[in-house]
RNA sequence: GACCUGGUAGCUCAGUUGGUAGAGCACCUCCCUUUUAAGGAGGUGGUCCUGGGUUCGAGCCCCAGCCCGGUCACCA
């Protein structure tokens, strides 16, 4: 591994540091009195007390025989001061001079005591007596600065650096840790609206042996003892319905689903969707439960059912418009397009300007159309109700309407936020609807649903009557947190491996460029080339191709090696 | 998948018609006992994303590729 010249300093300190005594990675537990939330929120009652403290060290201003330094713990930041003749015992004053102020670097971690204190100028201080190396950190961090005015200077701001170190992230900007705080307020306040109902948080199987309950092309996974294929779940609808067939009320689940699909600002390979379905309700009643829920979630994340979502002031105070889809599409196009056949519908959408294909049914048309003429002016929270039924294959065909069926999704800022619908529960009509859905996988729709068996013959021990929702966290934490990007309240969002510096042996080195001036050549002319040993030459180029730098061919000239990628 | 930006020191970024690779912070040495983007003096540090090409000479121009980001397509 090759050292940048910081890195190597820092390794030098570690090994003074042991030198002198000091275990750099100390295996006891510090116990801390405080925590620096604690102290600032409170400091009249704290001033003059003394306190312990853990932390990393985050700047430091070293000024001849004191210092002071910006200590940073998991509540928040302070700065503490040092001074030579408080925490050395000997008169070199070796703990101040040689390790504070040579040992240590920005980003150790350190344990403090001392006595919390005002400063000159009015900074809350504590003034270190005894100074604890609790470990060494032998990475520089980016150095981020902010003035006096809150102005941050040279801020670690290149995502690609903050999105695959995200824990470097975390520890220099401060408002990235508050963006998972609150992810985690968000969850929370869902499971507590639940709870108190006594709804019951379950788990279904993510692993699953067909991919059910949405549209979706799924990943692919083969277990070995049972020796057949396994898809990552892309939604846990059928399970959940399962379950109230089983004879529970009401089931929610927090599911990680996984979509083989396009990334985007708004799509990661796993995401996380909050299902909930309900016994003896209908959408009606779903839609109603939703305001409600969505109001509290923006009360306990934000304190206020006001939201700033980009441009917009976004008000998730209930209730929110309700705009069947038909009706939203004369709105926003002034076509009526109730009724139409699929024809007619291609020639409405040629006339907005939509772009239609062979594969696409009624329903996927009618998506079309709202979804470009429609959807993104839907900023406050507005339900759109009653799609047509060519669209929604789990949902109950609607009481008054045949042609279209009890479903709603709630936009947000012109984007979907939930889907929901009256479940559909007779069994004869949702084979037919899976039937369909085969059709439209022999036109081509690489997205539609597979059949599922065993939720049918489940549905025909009979499911109550059921309203069920799919909310979509990441988008909910996106909104509530005024995020654009789902990266940014993505842990770790997915990225392509970083490329690692293959490092190559002397041996490995030599065949690599007898093979970089004639690729492909025969495996035999390049292993006389090499001049290696039988031994030598298996070993490396067993290890070369380990490492794609070559590979093997078998072909019917014979056995050929040729430049990996 | 298509198109557009970008990739230079640990971090944030400059880099002129193609002519010795720069700044601030960080780091190292020294001074400094209530500072705060601490300050003062001096110094170290580079695979200019990778591989080709053009050229006397490439961070810069050309070609191919890699990676991030953005826009679009896709995502009921």
Redesign the pocket.
């Known amino acids: 591994m090759?050292l940048?010249?910081?890195e190597i300093?820092r390794r030098e300190?570690l090994q003074k540091l042991r030198e002198l005594g000091i275990n750099p990675y100390p295996a006891e537990e510090f116990k801390t009195t405080a925590t620096i939330k604690d102290i600032l929120a409170n400091f009249d009652a704290f001033e003059g007390k003394e306190v312990v403290l853990a932390g990393r060290m985050m700047?430091?201003?070293?000024?001849?025989?004191?210092s002071?330094a910006e200590l940073k713990d998991a509540s928040g930041r302070m700065?503490i001061?040092i001074?030579?003749?408080e925490i050395s015992s000997d008169d070199e004053g070796t703990m101040y001079n040689t390790v504070f102020k040579?040992l240590l670097?920005?980003g150790d971690i350190i344990g403090i005591k001392g006595d919390v204190?005002?400063?000159?100028?009015?900074?809350e201080?504590v003034?270190v007596k005894e100074l604890t190396v609790l470990s060494k950190s032998l990475?520089?961090?980016?150095?981020?600065?902010?003035?006096?005015d809150g102005k941050v200077?040279?801020?670690?701001?290149?995502?690609?650096?903050r999105?695959r170190q995200r824990y470097v992230d975390l520890i220099v900007n401060d408002h990235v840790k508050e963006t998972f705080i609150k992810r985690t307020k968000i969850t929370n306040s869902i499971r507590d609206f639940f709870n108190k109902r006594n709804y019951l948080e379950v788990e279904t199987p993510i692993l699953q042996p067909i991919p059910g309950?949405?549209?979706?092309r799924p990943f692919k996974t083969h277990h070995n003892a049972l020796d057949m294929p396994l898809y990552l779940r892309i939604a846990n609808e059928l399970y959940l319905k399962r379950l109230i067939v089983g004879g529970f009320d009401a089931v929610y689940e927090f599911s990680k689903d996984f979509?083989n699909?396009?990334m985007?600002?708004?799509?990661n390979p796993e995401f996380t969707v909050m299902e909930l379905y309900v016994a003896y309700k209908d959408y009606h009643w779903m839609m109603n439960m939703t305001e409600e829920l969505l109001e509290k979630v923006a009360m306990d994340s934000n304190g206020t059912p006001e939201v700033q979502i980009g441009e917009n002031m976004v008000s998730f105070k209930a209730p929110y418009p309700r705009v069947p889809i038909l009706e939203a599409i004369k709105i926003h196009t002034g076509f009526d397009v109730a009724g139409m056949g699929e024809n007619e519908l291609k020639e409405v959408c040629k006339k907005v300007g939509v772009?239609v294909d062979e594969t696409m049914g009624i329903?996927?048309l009618i998506?079309?159309l709202f979804?470009?003429t429609c959807e993104h002016h839907y900023i406050q929270p507005t339900f759109i109700t009653d799609y047509p039924k060519e669209?929604?294959?789990?949902t109950k065909e609607h009481r008054s309407n045949p042609a279209l069926t009890e479903r709603f999704e709630l936009m947000v800022n012109g984007k979907e936020l939930a889907?929901a619908y009256s479940e559909l529960n007779d069994p004869i009509e949702q084979r037919a609807r899976f039937e369909e859905q085969l059709k439209l996988t022999e036109k081509g729709d690489d997205?539609a649903?597979f059949i599922d068996q065993d939720f049918l013959r489940a549905l025909e021990y009979g499911m109550p009557p059921t309203s069920g929702i799919g909310i979509g966290i990441d988008r909910l934490v996106m909104f509530m947190t005024n995020n654009?990007?789902i990266?940014e309240v993505l842990f770790f969002?997915q990225?392509?491996p970083e490329?690692k510096?293959v490092e190559m042996s002397e041996d490995e080195k030599a065949i690599f460029n007898i093979l970089k001036a004639n690729s492909p050549m025969l495996l035999n002319d390049l292993k006389t080339q090499s001049g290696l040993s039988n031994k030598k030459w298996d070993k490396t180029i067993k290890d070369l191709t380990k490492k794609n730098i070559a590979k093997i061919n078998n072909t019917e000239e014979g056995l050929f090696v040729e430049l990996g990628k």
Do not use: W
Not at 213 to 216: I, Q, V
């Open positions: 090759q940048s010249p910081l300093i300190s700047s430091r201003r070293i000024m001849g025989k004191a002071f700065q001061y001074n030579r003749d040579k670097d920005m204190f005002k400063t000159k100028v009015g900074e201080s003034n990475r520089p961090l980016p150095v981020v600065k902010t003035g006096a200077h040279d801020a670690f701001s290149d995502a690609e650096l999105y309950g949405a549209a979706a979509r699909e396009g985007d600002r708004t799509h772009a329903g996927k998506d079309e979804g470009s669209m929604s294959p789990l889907n997205e649903m654009s990007s990266q969002p990225m392509r490329k510096a």
